[in-house]
Structures are given as C-alpha cells and as structure tokens.
C-alpha cells in the first residue's frame, strides 16, 4: 500500500508525536494515534485519512523543521492519502488510466459528442430550436436517452465506491477488532462532518493558504459540501416532480427543484473557485504535488459541471438551450465516469476514518487501565535518540 520509506518516516513521526503528546487536543488524529504504540500500513491510511489538512499541528510542534527531528505530520498524511487513494480504488487498474485531467478531459468530449449524436437523430434543427414549457429538454434529447447512461455509469460508479469503502474499512480495522456499525460513533461522526470540526485547527482555523491561521478554508468546504447537498436535493425533487406528479422539466424558476440546484450551484460554483485560488497561492504548503493535483483536477472538474448547469438555467428559453444541455450533460458525464478515481472518494473515507475514531475512543474508555511502568516507554524514546535515528528525517 505504501512506499516503505513512507511507513518508515509515518512510525517515527507518529512514534515521537506519542511521546510528546502536545498537540492532542487540535483534532481527532492524536488522539487515535495514542491509541497505537506501532503502525501498519493500515493504520497510517486511516490517520492519514482522519487527518483534515490543518496544519495547526505543524505551528503548535516543538520539534517541526528547522529541528532536527523534522516532525511535519500534515506533509506525511498528505504524502499517505495520496498513496491509499490508489490502494483502495476498484478496480484498482482504473486509478492510473482515470484519475487524470486528460482522461476526465476526453471522456467529457466522448459523452458530449454521443448526447450530439443522439440529438441529431432527432433532426439536427432540434437542437438549434427555440424550446419552451413542460418536456422542452425532452424534445432535445429524449428522456429514455438520458435515463439509460445516468443509471449505468451512476451504478458502476456506486459499485465502485462502495468497494473501495468496504476495502478501507477492513484493512484499517486495528488488530481485527471494532465493528463500524455503532450508532453512537455513526452520529458522533456525523456531526463532525456537518460542522467540519476537525477543520477549526483547535480553534484558529487553518493555515491556508498562508501563515495566518483563517477559517476561509473550513468555509469554502461548507459552501462545496451543502452546495452538492442542495444540487442532490434537487434531483431528487425533481424526479419526485416528474414521475409522481407527472410534470416534466423544465420547472419554473421558483419551484424546489429549481431553487435547490440554483442555491447549491452558486454555492458550489463559489466554493470550487475559492480552492483553485487558495490552492493556486499555496504552493509552497508541505503539501505533495501529487495532492495538490487531486485537489486541482477535484475543483476544477466540479467547477464545469456547476458552471454548465447555472449555464443552461440561463439560457434555457433561448436557442441556445439544446447545445447547452449537451454540453452540460457530457460534464457530468466525465464527472461521474471518474468519480470513483477522484479526490470525491475521500468524503467515504473520511467518513469512515470519524466513525472508527469514535468507536475506538468509545471502546478505549470502557476498557480497564492497564497497570503499566512508563519508564519503558521513556527508556525507549531515549535509545532512540541515542542511535540518532530521529535525525534521518
């Protein structure tokens, strides 16, 4: 799963951040950290995992770079999650071919030019054509002709993420224990998630994109994350809409399909536009250039399909409508096609990294305290010191 050089530099680090525990109070990774005396591979994918990026972690450390122990978790976590994104995806062979802007480039343009095709079946004048009420997307392509490739690649990208998040679940399981099905630790991670905590960097915020410690980035996640809310909320109250009260798009502008996606597609259009900005001026973070292009390929993808569907609400009374449901539709094409090889699959891995943090500490506090001498322990960090292996950072 990961370099050995990397499992090797995560157990040093994670080994004198146990010693030290100074920072255990900024987010869930130090305390799940403290919970393990040596580490799998499993078990840096799943804090590299629970790791939110921070990087209040790297300013509160003692021993951060210039020392000479060279204690960065939020590089290492970010140099792992890059690595595990590939581990875990299903098939595993697609994330080198998928997770590429080229690749998500080429399959738009294939699913643009087959929805052109199909509309030009219909008589090439119906695409250029002024189309208005009920059914005018319809008259452009039919809804049989859109059904049939959302439910295909919606399934196999479903298949997909779920494989990959039952794979994450079982190989970061510590020592085969601790079930992820605890309703206690389900609701505990999700509030985690709604209110991005683990994003407060203790409370300042993140470090992002410069030195000064701002809560934009928790912000720009929650205008990403209720933003795609809304814009599922809205398919689903539009399929309510057409198949139970028999009215076919599209809706008026002051109808709940079309409020939601408006709303959730400003705000996800806003969110992506700040990360492309902020990730662009944060360059120099310690951050791997491999997560900084997962993020880049992230944002900039989800931009298009926002973009293009707040394009089509536009101009969908004019004649413009037809090429620009094509468009739109083969965005979100290439979008879902790669979903599964994209930094999307994080928010499941994420999740489940909250969950497990949860049953753990839960378990961790009903079981009985060990009666142990910490003067191993400290024997042990200072033969390490001895041997000089902190300084081979």
């Not at 919970?35 to 450390?61: I, M, N, P, Q």
Request: with cysteine.
């Amino acid at each position: 799963m990961l370099d050995g050089n990397l499992l090797a530099e995560a157990n040093r680090q994670f080994s004198i951040c146990n010693a030290c525990r100074y920072c255990e109070g900024l987010c869930s990774v130090f305390p799940a950290m403290e919970l393990r005396t040596a580490f799998t591979e499993g078990d840096v994918a799943y804090l590299s995992t629970l790791c939110h990026d921070c990087r209040a972690c790297v300013d509160a450390c003692p021993f951060s770079p210039p020392h000479e122990f060279a204690i960065d978790i939020s590089a290492l976590t970010s140099a792992a999650r890059a690595e595990t994104f590939e581990h875990f995806a299903r098939p595993r062979a697609f994330w080198r071919l998928l997770a590429r802007g080229s690749t998500v480039t080429g399959l738009t343009i294939a699913t643009l030019v087959f929805f052109a095709i199909v509309a030009t079946a219909s008589g090439s004048s119906a695409i250029f054509a002024r189309h208005t009420g009920e059914g005018a997307f319809y008259e452009v392509i039919t809804y049989l002709w859109i059904l049939l490739p959302a439910l295909v690649a919606g399934g196999a990208t479903l298949a997909a993420v779920a494989a990959g998040g039952v794979a994450f679940a079982r190989e970061t399981r510590r020592n085969g224990r601790h079930s992820l099905l605890d309703l206690r630790a389900i609701g505990a991670a999700t509030r985690n998630v709604l209110a991005l905590t683990n994003l407060k960097g203790g409370g300042g915020g993140c470090r992002y994109p410069g030195q000064r410690h701002s809560p934009v980035r928790r912000y720009l996640h929650h205008a990403v994350f209720y933003g795609f809310l809304a814009m599922f909320a809205s398919t689903v109250s539009a399929a309510i809409w057409q198949d139970f009260l028999g009215r076919e798009p599209p809706y008026p502008f002051f109808s709940v399909p079309v409020l939601l996606g408006t709303g959730g597609g400003i705000a996800t259009t806003a969110g992506c536009i700040g990360f492309v900005v902020v990730g662009a001026r944060s360059k120099e973070s310690g951050k791997s250039a491999e997560s900084h292009r997962l993020d880049r390929l992230f944002a900039t993808t989800l931009l298009a399909a926002t973009a293009t569907g707040l394009l089509l609400l536009v101009v969908r009374s004019t004649r413009l409508m037809g090429p620009a449901l094509i468009l739109h539709l083969g965005v979100l094409g290439g979008l879902f096609l790669t979903f599964p090889y994209s930094k999307f699959v994080h928010a499941v891995y994420r999740y489940l990294a909250l969950v497990r943090s949860h049953v753990e500490r839960d378990a961790h506090a009903h079981e009985p305290e060990p009666d142990t001498d910490p003067a191993p322990l400290a024997q042990t960090a200072v033969t390490v010191v001895g041997e000089g292996r902190f300084g081979d950072a």
